[in-house]
């Protein structure tokens, strides 16, 4: 979104505002698929603390210049993608019950809705690495935060709107629909293809974006 509006704040508000409908449709699609193991109460931790991390970021946001915010979000891709690249190898479901410590959820809920609110990200890049961790299967670490992505989303949208941060509404006619339907693809793609080939396809992308950002 950079690249067709030169506004990084315009950038985010969009960036989130499609994630809100790209998260929905990912998440009742894994939702089908019986891929959200975590209870209600282990849930509820997380959406708190989601939405107390979203209002510090959208707020930070505000704060921030866009030509720097520009260079931050650079950098932040370039160590997500080594991350991504270069990672251990991702564990076998070692917690089919999603049996994640309370206070874990809510530390992870709160930098994912920080970082997910600040940069536009959805959070998921910090919420899936937390809940392998814990030894979750790498298919129902990404539905949960699929299933967490409105709820970032919405609640950064609403204090953009706060701050007079807008997001494009017009481009977003043409993105949502086409997101949503490759939204359901990239739920198919995560259930039959090797983990580690996406993860390493996903950071070469996000290494020439970043790359990009700062040329």
């Given amino acids: 979104f950079y690249f067709l509006f030169g506004d990084m704040h315009k950038a985010v508000a969009s960036s989130v505002l499609s994630a809100f409908f790209f998260g929905l449709a990912s998440s009742l699609s894994y939702f089908r698929r019986r891929f959200l193991p975590l209870d209600i109460k282990n849930y509820s931790f997380l ?29 932040f891709l370039i160590f997500i993608s080594i ?15 999603g049996m994640v410590p309370g206070n ?3 530390f992870t809920g709160l930098l994912a809705g920080l970082i997910g609110a600040y940069f536009g990200v959805g959070g998921g890049i910090i919420m899936v690495p937390s809940l392998i961790h814990w030894g979750l299967d790498p298919i129902k670490a990404v539905a ?8 970032v989303t919405f609640f950064s949208l609403l204090n ?8 494009e ?16 693809l990239g739920v ?5 293809v090797p983990q580690i080939v996406l993860r390493r396809i996903f950071a070469i992308f996000v290494l020439l974006v970043a790359i990009k950002l700062l040329y």
């Fill in 169 to 184: 509404f017009s481009v977003m006619l043409f993105v949502v629909p086409f997101g949503i339907v490759g939204s359901n």
């Fill in 144 to 151: 949960i935060s699929a299933s967490n992505v409105p709820v």
């Fill in 104 to 106: 874990v959820l809510f």
């Fill in 160 to 167: 953009y709107l706060i701050y007079r941060i807008l997001p």
């Fill in 47 to 75: 959406i708190i603390s989601t939405i107390l991390g979203s209002i510090m970021g959208a707020y930070l946001l505000k704060l921030t210049p866009s030509y720097q915010l520009k260079r931050f979000f650079a950098l």
């Fill in 188 to 192: 198919r793609m995560a259930i039959r």
């Fill in 83 to 97: 991350n991504l690249f270069y990672g251990k190898r991702l564990a076998k479901d070692g917690n089919p019950k």
